[in-house]
């Protein structure tokens, strides 16, 4: 991110903050229950269905959690991101439902604007906190939406282990470090893991490809999509795939579908923390100039 200018402009007339978060979830509500604890007046903007995500990020849209410390039976991810949101009002948290859609941080304060409301006076905060998260892309097939969370997941480590997938036969679509990662990972609860590579190589690491091509659990189907999600209307039982090379399309029986393709990251409402972000996620921390 390019460095801060000496310039200053003034506190907005609408609305000026100590502290302005952006982003609903447990790093945004994090942050403001610590600021209102040291009574800086926090200002939280949840937005408005943010990049297709209700209030409280992704996991609103995810079933039990069962990897959060302090609830031994486990608590659905919404019902646990609206006791964040409790948790915040209480220490006095403003929490607005509205989504910041602009920012500029080229001097102090910062300024920042409202969806709608971009070519209106900004509002001003002396500290800003972008705490607008990812999201696991998707693929965008037949039958994913039907299926999604149950039986599809972008989360190993999250979902692997959830009862509709142990000792069932499960897929893993990618061909890098992640999805090397994650298919590993689900051996030590599926039956068998099938992963689905559109090309004739890995891109992960030789050292993740040796030890994913080397697991006895483990079947790399390669030059292969997923085109379509099936099921019984509750949970997901087939993946119709085609092989790209012939064109030959066939049923692959798996009761479990993660996605390992990738992530978009929200802070793209500052562009220069958008491009960094991209290059540390994929370990090229070349600082943006």
Known sequence: MPPLTNG????????????????????????????????????????????????????????????????????????????????????GTRIITETISKIDLSHRPFRYWREGQEDEDPETADTVIVATGASAKRLGLRGEEAYWQSGISACAVCDGAVPIFRNKPLAVIGGGDSAAEEATYLTKYGSHVYVLVRRNELRASKIMAKRLMNNPKITILWNTVATECQGDGELLKNLRIRNVQTGEEKDLAVNGLFYAIGMWFFSIIVPHMYTYHLRQYDKLLTPVS
């Open 8 to 91: 200053k402009v003034e506190k907005s007339s609408k609305m000026h903050s100590k502290v302005v978060i952006i982003g609903s979830g447990p790093a945004g509500h994090t942050a403001a229950i610590y600021l209102a604890r040291a009574n800086l007046n926090p200002v939280l903007f949840e937005g408005f269905m943010a990049n297709g995500f209700a209030a409280g990020g992704q996991l609103t849209t995810t079933t039990d959690v069962e990897n959060f410390p302090g609830f031994p039976t486990g608590i659905l991810g919404p019902e646990l991101m609206d006791k964040f949101r409790e948790q915040s009002l209480r220490f």
